[in-house]
């Protein structure tokens, strides 16, 4: 691939989905994904002036996050994929926040007082509560987005310094996979999930009807 190929990031793992073109140097363009996500990816690329099968590799963000926010993201993303036969990278939504505060820890909020956690350069992600982060070292220093996440460290973990940043976008994604394009760490489209960390209602609920 050539440097300066352009990458199509998608993100819609947050309460606010968005889009990104841009080039390996790290300019890109973005959109909230206010209408249609086919939409606003259609509209970026005819603002670039940049036709689909022309792009070097699409990045999804594959979760953790609302379970159809991820499931719509995934879908658009394998749809543009195999139609213009163009490589893909996953990232997860933890790794691209710490990557965006320059941290190896991260956490992002899951609701129902829980947070999607990474834990440190290892990669670990897992979903915790108060009381599983009781039972966890707490980090140094650990990235967040939102202030109930950031209440909910606190509590759990008063000697860790909480670094509060704006919320991860496609733009973010797009910047830190670029070195993953470069050096062709693509996902298997057939077997690309999202990366939940948490059942969905359905079948925590769908369990609970058949015990």
Known sequence: MLPLQLLLAIDTCGPIGSVALGRWDGRSVERNCSSTLVSAVGELLAQGGVPLRELGALVAVSGPGSFTGVRVGLATVKGLAAGARLPVIAVSRLEVLAAK???????????????????????????????????????????????????????????????????????????????????????????LDGHYLRRSDAEIFGAAAKT
């Open 101 to 191: 505060a320059s941290l190896e820890f991260s956490a992002l909020d899951a609701h129902r007082q829980e947070i999607y956690l990474r834990l440190g350069a290892e990669g670990r992600e897992v979903l915790a509560g108060a009381e599983e982060l009781a039972v966890l070292d707490p980090p140094r220093r650990i990235a967040c987005c939102d202030e109930a996440v950031a209440g909910l460290l606190a509590s759990a973990w008063p000697s860790a310094e909480i670094i509060q940043t704006s919320a991860p976008t496609a733009a973010d994604a797009l910047q830190f996979a670029a070195a993953r394009v470069a050096a062709g760490e693509f996902a298997d489209l057939e077997r």
